[in-house]
């Protein structure tokens, strides 16, 4: 389905943004949930474009689909498909009222000028019944460890995201820790997926979200969402929000990153 071909985007006025109470919340607590974000006729939409995306297995670039839990060149039914950068393919994403809205409540969140946020998309799904876990990390543990960030990000599920559709679960206060070391799920390069190494998850909560509401939170934050075990879809769209990053004087080490760069440029893109 290409651009021309998509019903027109539904017509909005719906304007969200950030309340002090949520501001103070995410300063403390690293997330944040916003009870409505965009319209169900906007929801409806995005899920046109979304499914056929996912059916024709097709990125925002070359290589941008692929299975965050498995090999990159894996054979069988995908378990944890993400595509990267959608918005290349549809660029209406961004005049969406869920792009606007989420851009403005970012703003808030990290007390920056809405203009000077870039933002970017992705969208993973947990097919119905066979959708793996996306294991405990944190969002910078994928991103160079020598410049330092302003970001956020934003996560709209399309179908209700419950406990057994694998909604997001978060660890108060982890932001304000360290990046930790990560490794790739079962130990393979090849494997774009991270995951923590021994996180103390005693403290953490979940956060079931229905369609069209959204939570936001910090690239330090530690979360995790379950497996799939519905007979439903669990479909969602995410945005990161960002500042022009800049350079850190001081760059950790992260050798996951140099492992899973020589996996990623040696797979095979079709």
């Known amino acids: 389905m290409s651009t021309t071909d998509l019903p027109p985007l539904p017509a909005a006025t719906l304007d969200v943004s950030a309340t002090p109470e949520q501001v103070a919340f995410f300063a403390e607590n690293g997330y944040v949930s916003i009870d409505r974000i965009t319209t169900d006729e906007e929801v409806e939409w995005l899920g046109l474009v979304y499914d056929q995306l996912f059916a024709d297995k097709r990125g925002g ?156 939170h910090h690239p330090r934050m530690i979360h995790y969402a379950g497996p799939n075990t519905t007979g439903g879809d669990r479909r969602a769209y995410a945005n990161e929000f960002q500042l022009a990053p800049i350079r850190s004087p001081r760059a950790d080490e992260r050798p996951w990153l140099d492992e899973g760069r020589k996996a990623w440029d040696a797979r095979t893109i079709t």
């Open 61 to 216: 670039f070359d290589g941008g689909y692929f299975d965050l839990s498995r090999p990159y060149d894996a054979e069988g039914d995908d378990l944890l498909p993400q595509v990267l950068m959608p918005e290349y393919q549809h660029p209406q994403l961004r005049d969406t009222v869920y792009f606007r809205n989420a851009r403005r409540v970012a703003s808030a969140l990290l007390g920056a000028d809405e203009a000077q946020l870039h933002g970017w998309g992705h969208m993973i799904l947990k097919p119905a019944q066979r959708g793996h876990e996306t294991p405990w990390h944190q969002d910078e543990a994928y991103w160079p460890p020598d410049k330092s960030y302003t970001a956020v990000g934003a996560w709209m599920p399309l179908d209700d995201a419950t406990v057994e559709s694998g909604c997001l679960h978060f660890l108060p206060g982890s932001h304000r820790g360290p990046v930790l070391s990560h490794h790739h799920i079962g130990n393979d390069p090849a494997v774009h997926g991270l995951e923590a190494d021994d996180p103390d998850t005693s403290g953490a909560v979940a956060v079931p979200i229905p369609a069209g509401a959204a939570t936001f």
